[in-house]
């Protein structure tokens, strides 16, 4: 799976979730203030994200660092390819 599969189906996730719109998906858009979401949201989408790439996601560290879209893809990103180096 390259990066922008990686982001377009984190993007499409979110945007069917949570009824986003895809032209507001920019990876500089903050969650809260330019997407809408809330605390609450946060919960259902490490929910989201770890259904759509089997790995868990909410005991790590990073995760509450996350603020914008682009923050999410960099960190789906790096677990994914940690996840492959370590089954390789």
């Not at 979110?14 to 998906?25: G, I, Q, R, Y």
């Amino acid at each position: 799976m390259t990066d922008q599969e990686i982001i377009d189906l984190i993007n499409s996730s979110l945007a069917e979730e949570f009824e986003l719109d895809p032209a507001d998906m920019a990876p500089e858009a903050n969650i809260y203030e330019d997407l809408g979401l809330d605390s609450l949201d946060t919960v259902d989408m490490v929910v989201v994200l770890e259904g759509a790439f089997r790995f868990k996601i909410r005991e790590e560290d990073g995760i509450r660092e996350i603020r914008t879209l682009g923050d999410i893809h960099r960190f789906v990103i790096d677990k994914k390819r940690a996840a492959e180096l370590k089954s390789a």
